[in-house]
């Protein structure tokens, strides 16, 4: 085709024609996107608030407002949940830890003992695990064994295996097979060749998904309180309950400060590990 | 009698696939280094697993040391395998673990469970590999990890691996493939030293022509599953090399 067929008026009607096309679609898209932006606005928020409630603007800041004084007073109560609420946390990561090996082994393609019946239940246990939020987990746990820090542990250790057997299925999936078959070679058992072969090429992955894990189980065993299964949570909710509104803030700044330290010391220790 | 012997032997990796082995018969005697020469794709990386069934045989007898291999449950082929050394074309490292750990892994057959979970091999393993790190020449790298290595330092912690197992047959699938020709000389020289010293037979899979009639007293030559030729390194005419090799021309 030569330069003198594209310039043609014929071509450029064509031209015209598609753009405008284009454009049509890229209105109609985004008109509907903004229709179903403002359904959901409307049902959620216009139609379920209730608007006498809030009594205009001075009346949401005052409320806000309420929770700008700290409760230092509150301190000495802090310290221990405080302390239970990072023990909660890495425990129950560690118990995670023990539940995911099984779990990644089971779901891991290339080592499940058996792929039509093993296999599936892994992979089942990895989205279970997942699917249940935390707090869910807790409630189940706090009405098996009661209030305290022991269901907060478990609820994080099932919580957790979910994310640590899923990455570490796939790293067992994505292995280099030849110092398997290496080890196998030597008349090594089945023991022998995952703890040779296998693991010595996914606990960096494994550790860095382990640490990561510990991170965010900080936050989760924060709140798991709320319903009876001890930690920073439980304080909260009293103070929540007796109107302290200094007292939140006074537990919401130890939160803060124990996330921000978990963040340092899971940053150093994925620098250790990678 | 011979220390392995092949009759029959034929491979199909799924059961509708194509037949990768077409009935292979040879024998290894206790003073053979042995050479499988033929083009890729010709079957002999599977026919070296068949011997301590890494890859299990479809059909055919394979007798090793007396024992009937494919009878064999598995604990009783574990027993087998630790008799039988084997070195890898990309040497199967635990590219983590250290060139020492790399070397008593080839004690596993031998380690319990507990022992092997610690890593905590007897003292006796310990020397036999400082023993066998020193002839292959790899004193000064012990402690290093095993990626650290060049390439012909890796396969000589291969080749200390195997011999770890005190074996009695040594299995090489293109030991010197991944290196270059000065060192390939060298590795193969080594082996073929120790292999004498030790009085181990060898199966050598070897595309390098030149290589395997320097250093083999007997050749195989396979072509796409089927045995071509079985003879003394010194009855091999080139017309035999056309042969093996015809199919490559394309």
């Known amino acids: ?274 | 009698m011979s220390v392995l012997s092949v009759r029959n032997l034929r491979v199909r990796y799924t059961a509708k696939g194509p037949e990768i082995l077409k009935g292979i018969d040879f024998d290894v005697e206790s003073d053979d280094f042995l050479a499988m020469i033929g083009p890729s794709g010709a079957g002999k990386s599977t026919l070296i697993r068949c011997v301590n069934r890494l890859v299990e045989p479809t059909d055919g007898q394979i007798t090793l040391l007396g024992q009937d291999v494919r009878a064999l449950n598995s604990r009783d082929l574990r027993g087998l395998r630790r008799n039988v050394g084997m070195i890898f074309q990309e040497f199967n490292l635990i590219n983590r673990m250290s060139v020492m750990d790399n070397v008593l892994s080839g004690r596993l057959g031998y380690t319990s469970n507990i022992r092997s979970l610690f890593r905590h091999f007897p003292k006796e393993d310990i020397s036999r590999a400082l023993d066998y790190l020193d002839r292959v020449g790899l004193s000064d790298h012990i402690n290093k990890r095993a990626d650290e290595l060049s390439g012909g330092q890796r396969q000589r912690v291969g080749i200390a691996r195997a011999l770890m197992q005190q074996p009695k047959l040594l299995l090489l699938d293109e030991p010197t493939s991944a290196l270059d020709p000065k060192i390939s000389r060298e590795v193969m020289a080594l082996i073929m030293k120790i292999a004498k010293e030790l009085g181990v037979p060898a199966l050598c899979n070897i595309h390098d022509v030149q290589l395997a009639k320097e250093f083999c007293n007997r050749i195989i030559g396979l072509q796409d599953g089927v045995k071509k030729f079985d003879g003394d390194t010194t009855t091999l005419r080139d017309s035999d090399l056309e042969d093996i090799y015809a199919m490559e021309v394309l």
């Open chain 1, 1 to 274: 085709m030569s330069v003198t067929d594209i310039n043609t008026s014929d071509g450029l009607s064509l031209q015209t024609e598609l753009r405008r096309k284009k454009q049509m679609k890229q209105l109609l898209i985004w008109g509907l996107f903004l229709l179903f932006a403002g359904w959901c606005v409307h049902g959620t928020i216009i139609a379920d608030t209730d608007w006498s409630r809030i009594g205009g603007r001075n009346g949401v800041l005052a409320s806000v407002g309420r929770y700008i004084t700290i409760d230092w007073g509150l301190l000495p109560e802090l310290i221990i949940p405080t302390i239970e609420t990072f023990m909660m946390a890495s425990v129950g990561t560690v118990l995670g830890c023990f539940f995911s090996l099984p779990v990644a082994w089971l779901g891991a393609a290339n080592v499940t003992p058996s792929k039509a019946i093993l296999y599936p239940l892994g992979r089942f246990l990895m989205v279970l695990s997942r699917s249940v939020h935390e707090i869910v987990w807790a409630l189940i746990f706090v009405s098996a064994v009661g209030l305290g820090a022991l269901p907060g542990i478990l609820a994080i250790a099932m919580r957790s295996v979910g994310f640590i057997s899923k990455i570490t299925a796939e790293a067992i999936e994505n292995i280099d097979a030849k110092p398997v078959e290496a080890i196998r070679a030597t008349g090594g058992n089945e023991f022998q060749v995952m703890y040779y072969g296998i693991l010595p090429q996914i606990y960096p992955v494994v550790l860095a998904t382990v640490i990561f894990e510990w991170d965010i189980n900080i936050r989760r065993s924060a709140v798991m309180g709320l319903v009876g299964a001890g930690g920073l949570g439980l304080l909260f909710f009293r103070q929540m309950n007796s109107f302290n509104y200094g007292g939140v803030t006074m537990v919401i700044l130890a939160i803060l400060l124990l996330i921000v330290l978990g963040e340092v010391i899971s940053h150093y220790l994925r620098k250790a590990v990678i």
